[in-house]
C-alpha cells in the first residue's frame, strides 16, 4: 500500500492567493507522487475567514479528490487551525504550512525523503525573509535567545517557523496527549523527541494580501510560548527580592558613612529612582503570574481547542 502525505493548509482570509497557492502546489504535489510513489492529501482548515476563502476552498474540494476542507464554525487562531488539520490527516506523514507561499510548497519533496529515511520531526529553519525588514530579524532572533535561555532541557532550532512535518505516529502523540487550550505548536513539536531533522528554506513575500500577524499577535505568541516552557518568570520574585535586599544593604551602608563624615546627601531623587524601579520590577512580576493564571483558568475551562462547522470534499458537505 502506497504511503500518504497529508498537508495541512492554514487558511484564514486569504481569498486573494488561495487560487496561486492551489496552482502552484498541486503540480509539484502530483510530480512527486509520480517519483516517490507517496499519494498525498491537501487538508485546507478554513480559520472563520470573513472574505471568500471558503467557496473558493469548495471549488477546490469540488475539482480535486486530494483535497479536503476543514470549516471551523468561528475563527480559532492560527494554532488551532494547525492542530485541527494534524487530527484530521490520515497521511504517514504531515506537513504544516501557510497559504500565502511564504512556506515553498518546492520544499516538500525533501522533507517526504527525510520523512522516508526515517526522521520523525522536521522543522524547517528560515534561512532568510523577503519581507522581513531589520525589527523582525532582530526581535526573532532575540526571541529564540530567550526561550533557549529560559527554557531548560528543551532547546528551539533558531528561526524554526510554523512549517514543519512530522511522522504518523508524532501526531498522534499530538492528538492524543497535547492538548493544551493555550499552546505554541512548533514547540510542542521540538519538544516531543523521537528522531529529528532540519532543513533550510529562504520564505518569500506573501503572494497577496497581508498578514494576519500583528504586533500585539506576535506578543502573545511570544508570551504562551515562555509560559509553556518556562517557570523562570515565577521565579522573578525571588531574584528580584534578592538584588532589592543586596542594593539596600549597599545604601544602607552608603547613608552611614555619609551621615558620620557629615555629608550625607538629600535622599529624594535616590528615593523616587529606587520606588519607580522596585514598583516597576513588582508590576511585571505581577503581569507574569496573572498570564500563568490566565493559563490556568483556560485548562480548568476545558472548552474545546476548535469547533468544526463541515467536512468538504469531492463527495459533498457533511456538517458536523
Keep these: 500500500m502506497a504511503k500518504k502525505i497529508s498537508i495541512v493548509v492554514s487558511v484564514y482570509n486569504e481569498e486573494l492567493g488561495l487560487h496561486q497557492f492551489y496552482d502552484h502546489t498541486s503540480p509539484i504535489l502530483n510530480e512527486m507522487s509520480k517519483k516517490t510513489g507517496w499519494d498525498y492529501e491537501m487538508i485546507f482548515v478554513n480559520d472563520g475567514s470573513r472574505d471568500g476563502s471558503l467557496d473558493i476552498l ?4 469540488a475539482a480535486d479528490d486530494h483535497v479536503a476542507v476543514v470549516n471551523f464554525a468561528a475563527n480559532r487562531g492560527h494554532e488551532a487551525a494547525m492542530i485541527a488539520g494534524i487530527d484530521y490527516a490520515s497521511g504517514d506523514g504531515v506537513v504544516c504550512m501557510d497559504a ?8 516538500i519533496p525533501a522533507i517526504v525523503e527525510k520523512l522516508e529515511a526515517g526522521y520523525d520531526v ?10 522581513a525588514g531589520l525589527f523582525k530579524r532582530i526581535t526573532s532572533a532575540a ?22 512535518a512530522i511522522s504518523r505516529r508524532v501526531a498522534l502523540v499530538l492528538k492524543n496527549d497535547y492538548r493544551e487550550r493555550v499552546r505554541f505548536l512548533r514547540g510542542y513539536v521540538q519538544n516531543v523527541g523521537f528522531k529529528k531533522t532540519t532543513l533550510e528554506f529562504e520564505a518569500s513575500a506573501r503572494v497577496a494580501g497581508e498578514s494576519n500577524y500583528n504586533l500585539k499577535a506576535l506578543i502573545k505568541l511570544s508570551l504562551n510560548a515562555i509560559c509553556n516552557f518556562s517557570d523562570v518568570p515565577l521565579k522573578m520574585g525571588i531574584y528580584a527580592g534578592v538584588v532589592s535586599i543586596v542594593a539596600a544593604l549597599i545604601l544602607m551602608i552608603y547613608s552611614i ?17 529606587v520606588l519607580c524601579f522596585m514598583f516597576g520590577v513588582l508590576f511585571i512580576i505581577l503581569g507574569f503570574i496573572s498570564e500563568y493564571l490566565a493559563i490556568i483558568f483556560a485548562e480548568v475551562k476545558n472548552r474545546p481547542i476548535y469547533i468544526v462547522d463541515s467536512i468538504i470534499t469531492k463527495d459533498g458537505e457533511e456538517l458536523k
Design 122 to 131: 522536521v522543522s524547517m529553519v528560515r534561512t532568510s525573509r523577503a519581507d
Design 100 to 107: 500565502d507561499l511564504q512556506h515553498p510548497p518546492e520544499s
Design 143 to 164: 526571541f529564540y535567545k530567550v526561550m533557549n535561555a529560559m527554557s531548560g532541557k528543551t532547546k528551539f532550532e533558531n528561526n524554526s517557523s510554523d512549517f514543519f
Design 58 to 61: 469548495r471549488e477546490f474540494a
Design 257 to 273: 558613612v555619609q551621615y558620620f563624615l557629615g555629608t550625607a546627601p538629600d535622599g529624594y531623587s535616590t528615593l523616587i529612582v
